[in-house]
């Protein structure tokens, strides 16, 4: 298995600018987490989805935020537009919840943004 | 509201010392239970983890029981490694309801050879 997947792994930008990261969570997976790390914040749940369904988004900093998965493989987190204060490291995460399965959740390793 | 208290980092060993990294927690019913490392420019990878009382979850050399009565997760190894040196997370997951993992701020550990 090809693990979670995330692009870019590095993105440096402007302020003002649109970012848009990406994730492949595990195939079979039905939950997708998105993640912000800082050094002053540490890790932070930003919002998660259930069967492609947003299901609880209350860790999404503003408006200038938003996120979608479309389908089962895929989902993306954007920014518009981007300010400093956002460079942080943001992960993605997924993992197999319900029918008694222990739902470990299986880490990508994370985009690395800087908005200057 | 649920919530997951580490001990503060940075925690400094030899190598071959005894670790142990506290963590406590705070949650309604019987949470499922995890530890997870982080490397330098990684991800987080899962440790071990429990999923009820007195359960005791362990992974290269790592130990951590599942203590309903103190609502404890303490993390301990015999010997350390240098290459153990990395961020610890201790989190917690109810077993119904929101899929969300509550996280601890983690615990830098450093082992020195």
């Known amino acids: 298995d090809a693990g979670v997947i995330q692009s870019p792994r590095h993105e440096v930008t402007e302020m003002g600018q649109e970012v848009t990261l990406r994730c492949k969570p595990i195939?079979?997976?039905?939950?997708l987490f998105w993640y912000r790390q800082t050094m002053m914040r540490g890790l932070e749940l930003l919002i998660y989805?259930?069967?492609?369904?947003?299901?609880?988004d209350s860790g999404m900093p503003e408006d200038r935020f938003s996120a979608k998965m479309p389908n089962a493989s895929f989902s993306t987190l954007k920014i518009q537009p981007s300010e400093p204060r956002d460079s942080a490291v943001y992960f993605c995460?997924?993992?197999?919840?319900?029918?008694?399965?222990?739902?470990?959740?299986?880490f990508g390793p994370g985009t690395r943004l800087t908005v200057l | 509201g649920d919530s997951v208290t580490q001990m503060e980092g940075p925690v400094t060993l030899s190598e071959e010392a005894f670790l142990t990294i506290n963590c406590t927690y705070t949650?309604?019913?019987?949470?499922?239970l995890f530890w997870y490392v982080q490397y330098p420019g990684e991800g987080l990878q899962l440790l071990l983890k429990?999923?009820?009382?007195?359960d005791k979850g362990s992974n290269k050399g790592f130990e951590a029981t599942y203590r309903k009565e103190t609502t404890s997760f303490h993390l301990e190894k015999g010997s350390v490694q240098v290459s153990d040196s990395a961020v610890y997370f201790c989190?917690?997951?109810?077993?119904?309801?929101?899929?969300?993992?509550?996280f601890g701020t983690g615990t830098r550990l450093k082992v020195l050879a």
């Open positions: 995460a997924s993992s197999l919840v319900g029918g008694g399965y222990t739902d470990t959740q299986y």
């Open positions: 195939s079979g997976h039905n939950s």
């Open positions: 989805f259930n069967n492609n369904v947003p299901i609880d």
């Open positions: 949650a309604t019913g019987y949470p499922s």
């Open positions: 429990a999923t009820k009382a007195d």
């Open positions: 989190a917690l997951r109810r077993v119904s309801g929101t899929y969300k993992y509550i």
